[in-house]
């Protein structure tokens, strides 16, 4: 009767270490749960995510944060899980790059860096083996949502030429660097039957060109029209004392 009971402890012990061990495999694979939730808050992000508007741009130059709160937008909206917005099942996007190596080495990046494996359906290529989807280019990507269907999200790049963007109607778009304004008119128009929404985060280099007329002027008086501006003072995670050095290095 001893040996049964002393058995019966040992088997609950190893299935309560079992239990333990699979919590924090999953608490360490989820990052975005801890996205803004320390000590160091990123508090233009949270602006950003909080803002009503459809149509939201964020300026900042590299390690400003813009890209992280664009990949974590897109990341709420395909699981349905936004904390600051109405959810709605089942969504559809795009990410669109500048280019399909770059969308391979950021926006792609950022995502599957806050996208849990568990929680990928199915991963369709464009270049490279669906077993190591993380070294190819992804054309589509299948998500599980919190309402139990699917959401996608499909990866463009602007080298593909205006005609690829047509056609498909879409819940959001988000555009990470500085498009091309035939591209960006083509995005906003995938967004008419949805009611979607549109970010862009990106660091203005070109000049006064479309994005000063239509963004910063507002020409059309856009009420759904918004623009935040991040700098690396505003990124709590990196150290004032490389700011500064940085800073003094640029002209």
């Known amino acids: 009767m001893s040996n049964y009971v002393n058995m019966d402890i040992n088997q609950k012990i190893k299935k309560y270490i079992k239990l333990k061990n699979e919590q924090s495999i999953r608490q360490n694979s989820d990052i975005l749960s801890r996205y803004n939730t320390c000590a160091k808050v990123h508090k233009k992000q949270m602006i950003f995510h909080k ?139 995938r967004l008419l039957d949805k009611t979607g929404d549109m970010w862009v985060t990106m660091t203005p280099l070109k000049g006064l060109n479309w994005v000063y007329e239509v963004i910063f002027k507002n020409q059309k008086n856009d009420p759904e029209l918004w623009h935040i501006h991040m700098e690396w003072a505003d990124n709590p995670y990196l150290k004032p004392e490389e700011i500064e050095r940085m800073t003094k290095l640029l002209d």
């Not at 664009?70 to 917005?85: D, I, Q, T």
């Not at 463009?156 to 591209?183: A, M, Y």
Request: glycine share 10%; proline share 4%; aromatic share 12%.
């Open 51 to 189: 803002c009503d508007a459809r149509t939201r741009f964020v300026f900042g130059g590299n390690r400003s944060g813009k890209t992280e709160c664009g990949a974590v937008e897109a990341v709420w909206f395909l699981r349905g899980n936004h904390p600051y917005k109405p959810n709605r099942p089942n969504t559809s996007g795009w990410a669109v790059s500048l280019s399909s190596q770059v969308s391979r080495d950021v926006a792609q990046q950022k995502i599957l860096h806050y996208l849990p494996k568990r929680y990928i359906a199915d991963v369709v290529m464009s270049s490279g083996s669906k077993d190591n989807y993380k070294e190819g280019v992804i054309d589509y990507i299948l998500i599980k949502n919190v309402f139990g269907g699917i959401s996608g999200l499909g990866f463009k790049s602007c080298d593909q030429g205006r005609e690829k963007f047509q056609g498909t109607g879409l819940d959001f778009v988000w555009i990470d660097e500085e498009p091309p304004k035939e591209i960006f008119d083509e995005c906003r128009m």
